[in-house]
């Protein structure tokens, strides 16, 4: 895997890609300033899977982060920001739609997605990490959904179906209306994490994946792929996540017109 020259691409300051032979490392936060899902990562990350439809060399994507945590979720600034520019709420279904398409490019590329979690993994951060195909967590994580403490629906990417999907329905609805915290072991024992090790070891035992991985058939992959997706989604036949930045910003317009 290393015989390969390391390619280094920073993408608009949102995202840093380096590609190693056939895995490119996707880092969030690369100015280690801003743990959020702003728009701008969004698009970079969009504009990154897109790309990927022409790069059957690359067969691994390992997703983490260069700051303190992994993500804190939404940047909900910007929805405010979006919403009192333009009250029809237009913008801000449009920010939630980037979301969707995102969630949706994680769960449909060829490569095999991987997340390396460390710190918090807040709100959309967790749903974002829920997508990918393999989860890995450093034994200090601490994962939450807020949603419903802040007075918004759970609504970003179409993540409540997948989170169900991965975790079953009983405890996700309770993380969800609680909005408790949860410590690494505990995702692991719903599914949320497949390994947790110490952070100096993180590394190792992603590489435990991702060495066989490269090895094996490119057609494999796919097709095993998208079989355990298609059996996935036949749990979530009445999905509803396209209607998810709807209600985001139906939720957030009352809220300003009662205020």
């Known amino acids: 895997m290393n015989e390969t020259p390391t390619l280094t691409v920073v993408t608009d300051k949102a995202i840093r890609v380096e590609q190693d032979g056939p895995v490119l490392n996707v880092r969030l936060n690369p100015s280690q300033q801003d743990d959020t899902l702003s728009v701008a990562v969004l698009d970079d990350l969009i504009a990154l899977f897109d790309g990927l439809h022409e790069r059957p060399d690359i067969r691994v994507l ?18 405010l ?12 279904r449009r920010i939630g739609d980037k979301a969707h398409r995102l969630c949706q490019a994680l769960e449909n590329t060829h490569v095999v997605t991987v997340a390396r979690l460390h710190g918090k993994v807040i709100g959309a951060g967790l749903a974002l990490a829920a997508y990918c195909d393999l989860r890995a967590g450093a034994d200090t994580c601490r994962f939450r959904m807020p949603e419903v403490g802040l007075g918004l629906p759970p ?3 179409g993540a409540m179906g997948r989170l169900i999907s991965e975790a079953g329905v009983a ?4 993380l969800m209306l609680t909005c408790n915290v949860f410590d690494a072991p505990t995702a692991h024992r719903l599914g949320l994490l497949h390994k947790v090790s110490p952070l100096d070891q993180l590394d190792h035992a992603i590489d435990a994946w991702t060495r066989p991985l490269v090895r094996r058939s490119p057609e494999a992959l796919v097709l095993t792929k998208r079989m355990l997706a298609g059996f996935a989604r036949a749990d979530r036949t009445a999905d509803v996540a396209l209607l998810d930045s709807h209600l985001l910003t139906a939720h957030l317009n009352q809220r300003e017109a009662v205020t």
């Open 171 to 174: 405890r996700i609805r309770e």
């Open 81 to 92: 920001d979006a919403l009192a520019m333009d009250p029809t709420g237009a913008t801000l």
């Open 62 to 79: 390992l997703l983490s982060s260069m700051g303190e945590d992994f993500c804190l979720g939404a940047d909900r600034h910007e929805y």
């Open 155 to 157: 609504a970003w990417g």
